[in-house]
């Protein structure tokens, strides 16, 4: 038993000076991010934290017990059993990763919504260590609750005031109705809720004049509010309804509306009986948000005002103030002074006040107010007072604000995304914000803007296109599919095009899918040219198949009189076998095939066959080529008994000499030092710089003098991390191999040293792919480490860490 814990013990002692560095990296990390960092050894059942738990939940150190109870006494009782239950699970699994979210109790005994998350450390495969980080959430968790609340206020604010809210697309003229507006028109059906249908059930007599006023109001230069009275008839039930609409048009920076907004309310009995109304309106405006508005009335003759606490809170702050009617001026942000007297002076002429501005409050905080009232006037129709609400739209504002410069930012996004893009809004997936890319993709121009896409596509009948949007609209699940095809007009003309793309439902607050955004990328071209190479591939099959075909009947006919070739050419093949390996003779069958293919009957073939044939003879021969490199690569095998110390400087000179040709070739200036001894197995390191010499020779850039520098440098006991495994009791040094070639970028680090990955083609530069990864087999050998540094343009150095002798 003492003997099978020996390797674990080991183990642990080795990982003991790196759990320190861990610990202090852990504090790094708990004060960069205010996170609580705790590690929890499962071999001795100790359980530490960090500094963090003092600063997070009041803590001190000397409060906390050594063990795990620290940690899960202090969750919360109803949550206690999971958490336990789920973090040993993960453990008895052996499993990496645990999170989860529950209440920690604080110092002071509240409790704190805490996000937590783990990580075993293992050895042999058994959890040995978990450490994790706690993050406290309680804030966020708040501030989630009240937002949510603030929307369901205003929602019950709005039916508490009998309001219904109405949006318009300026562009393709739908209306979006809520329930009480609908019922305000007499319930309209689906397919009559669009402008020009809606303003025939207005009454004829306010027909032009309702016109008149949301073309002002969409109109970039004038901008008008939108504020009328006018009578309805019901779509369905035929009453007539005296309806009051507030909206406001939004434009984008070119000065196009692209949203009109606002509400309605049935006012018909305000219209019939004007002071009874108003002071209905009064009481219900106190209603609103539970006394939310404040309400007032001003005489005119002697300018006294009689307010509500509220109103006084709205307007400066403080509920507990006595105020005169200056408070409108006084308080009224200066940059909107010049509108309240708009409005006022509109007042004179309607009897009616409305406006929204900002207002200062007496600690200089700034509220949206939006101000409601009529004048009342006495037989002679001379005004005498005047009176009305006050509310608070901050927030409104706010969020209007906010969900502007959110579809700002999705519009940007989208017209700046560098693949084709476009929004399809609601069930009848209307298109929205193309970007260039997207409307050059459907060959359409942004006439297709603001139709449903069945509309402006209608070749897609028929395709899967529609029905994958519908059901992802239904399900709310993306999807996605690689070169899928798609047959587009274009010019009048039905043409076949083949994407990469994306469909992602987008939700609002609530959750709900209101659009799907649609991401393409046009492959055409890279699918056309698979396709075309499968056909020449195929093509190629079936010549190859006939060139055999001609050579097996021409071997038969040549059989008797080449009968000595043939024996010597299977003693030879013999000898290729016991040499090399079985791989090596059906290559070498196709090269003596094609070579005689090429002396004997080359004016016999046509131009695309001695071009197949030379093209089946150079890929023989990087076949060769390969398979030895393979075997070498196979063969690098050493044990611990064959190192030996090695003088690097015999076995680079060595290899020059044998690379003289090349360097003469490529006119290398080659510059090495004085090298020192390292502790290894002489052939295997020749291989080395062999391949490493062999590449920093070829990889030359064109016209310009090669340079080759071979340094080195002693490893420090901190560089020395980077090594996966050493040799123990062994100092290492640091080859350096630099070169002023053509480099590579260093994303491809980790590809260059795989078997046949190469980052430049056959065309530019010859090889079989298999060289760096000898290199990487014979550092691994040697318990050392490669690797390299470079930029495309600006040569390469390779850094071989190699041990030393004792």
Not at 456 to 473: C, D, H, M, R, T
Not at 650 to 661: P, R, T
Request: some cysteine; overall charge negative; glycine content about 6%.
């Amino acid at each position: 038993m003492q003997t099978e814990l020996l390797p674990l013990n080991d183990t642990l002692n080795a990982l003991k000076g790196d759990l320190l560095v861990a610990i202090e990296r852990f504090e790094l990390v708990a004060k960069a991010t205010r996170d609580v960092i705790w590690d929890w050894d499962l071999l001795k059942g100790t359980f530490w934290w960090s500094s963090g738990m003092q600063e997070r939940f009041g803590y001190r150190p000397d409060e906390l017990e050594s063990g795990p109870g620290s940690w899960f006494d202090r969750i919360h009782a109803e949550d206690q059993e999971r958490v336990i239950r789920n973090i040993y699970l993960i453990i008895e699994k052996e499993e990496s990763n645990w999170s989860d979210f529950y209440r920690f109790r604080r110092s002071d005994g509240s409790y704190a919504n805490v996000h937590d998350r783990g990580y075993t450390i293992q050895i042999n495969g058994k959890p040995v260590r978990m450490v994790g980080s706690m993050i406290d959430i309680t804030d966020q968790l708040r501030s989630e609750q009240a937002h949510k609340e603030s929307e369901e206020n205003l929602k019950f604010a709005l039916q508490a005031a009998r309001l219904g809210t109405w949006n318009m697309d300026p562009i393709n003229k739908v209306v979006q109705f809520d329930d009480h507006c609908r019922a305000l028109y007499g319930m309209p059906s689906d397919e009559q809720l669009n402008y020009d249908s809606l303003v025939q059930f207005i009454h004829y007599q306010d027909r032009e004049r309702v016109r008149l006023a949301v073309a002002q109001a969409l109109d970039n230069k004038s901008r008008s509010a939108y504020d009328i009275r006018y009578r309805a008839l019901g779509a369905s039930d035929k009453i007539l309804r005296w309806l009051h609409c507030n909206g406001k048009a939004y434009f984008t920076e070119e000065g196009m509306p692209y949203r009109f907004t606002g509400i309605m309310r049935d006012v018909t009995h305000e219209i019939s009986s004007q002071e009874k109304v108003l002071w209905a309106d009064q009481q219900a405006a106190m209603t609103i948000e539970g006394s939310g508005a404040g309400s007032f009335l001003i005489k005119l003759g002697t300018n006294e005002i009689i307010h509500s606490p509220t109103l006084a809170r709205i307007i400066t702050g403080k509920e507990d103030v006595n105020i005169s009617r200056d408070v409108f001026v006084l308080h009224v942000h200066p940059e909107d002074i010049l509108l309240r007297l708009a409005a006022y002076a509109k007042a004179i002429e309607t009897g009616e006040l409305r406006y929204e501005a900002r207002f200062v409050w007496n600690d200089q905080s700034i509220h949206w107010v939006r101000v409601i009232g009529n004048y009342l006037y006495d037989s002679t129709g001379h005004p005498i007072s005047i009176s009305g609400i006050v509310m608070d739209i901050t927030d409104r504002i706010e969020s209007e604000h906010k969900l502007r410069e959110s579809e700002e930012r999705l519009r940007t996004l989208v017209e700046q995304a560098p693949v084709a893009t476009a929004l399809f809004v609601g069930e009848d997936m209307i298109i929205d914000i193309p970007n260039e890319a997207m409307l050059k993709l459907w060959g359409k121009g942004d006439a297709v803007i603001g139709m449903p896409l069945r509309q402006a596509l209608p070749e897609l009948e028929g395709q899967p296109f529609l029905s994958i949007l519908k059901n992802v609209y239904e399900k709310g699940e993306a999807h996605s599919d690689k070169s899928a095809r798609g047959d587009i007009m274009i010019d009048g003309k039905l043409e076949t095009f083949y994407y990469d793309y994306t469909y992602k439902p987008l939700c609002n607050s609530d959750g709900e899918i209101y659009a799907i955004l649609n991401m393409a990328l046009d492959v055409t071209e890279q699918v056309k040219s698979r396709q075309e190479l499968e056909r020449s591939e195929e093509r190629y099959r079936q010549l190859a198949n006939e060139l055999e075909q001609r050579v097996e009947q021409r071997t038969a006919e040549l059989h008797q009189a080449n009968a000595e070739l043939v024996n010597s050419n299977n003693n030879l093949q013999q000898f290729a076998y016991a040499a090399s390996h079985d791989m090596q003779e059906p290559l070498r069958k196709i090269q003596s095939f094609g070579s005689r293919l090429q002396i004997t009957y080359a004016g016999a073939l046509d131009e695309n066959g001695v071009f197949m044939l030379d093209r089946i003879q150079d890929a023989s021969k990087r076949m060769s080529l390969m398979i030895d490199d393979l075997l070498a690569y196979s063969r690098l095998t050493t044990r611990n008994d064959e190192f030996r110390p090695v003088q690097l400087t015999q076995i680079v000179k060595g290899v020059l000499a044998d690379l003289e040709i090349s360097i003469q070739e490529q006119e290398t200036d080659i510059h090495v030092g004085t090298l020192p001894v390292v502790w290894g197995n002489s052939s295997q390191l020749t291989q080395l710089m062999q391949n490493l010499l062999s590449n920093a020779i070829k990889y030359k850039k064109p016209d310009v003098p090669s340079k080759i520098n071979i340094s080195w440098h002693e490893v420090m006991p901190a560089e020395l991390k980077v090594l996966p495994t050493s040799l123990p009791d062994h100092r290492y040094l640091c080859l350096e191999i630099a070169d002023n070639g053509i480099g590579f970028d260093e994303k491809h680090l980790d590809k260059i040293f795989q078997m046949f990955q190469r980052l430049h083609g056959r065309s530019e530069f010859s090889g079989s792919g298999i060289g760096l990864a000898l290199c990487k087999k014979v550092v691994q050998n040697h318990h050392g480490y490669i690797t390299a540094k470079s930029e495309p343009g600006k040569g390469s150095t390779f850094l071989v860490y190699l041990p030393q002798p004792k």
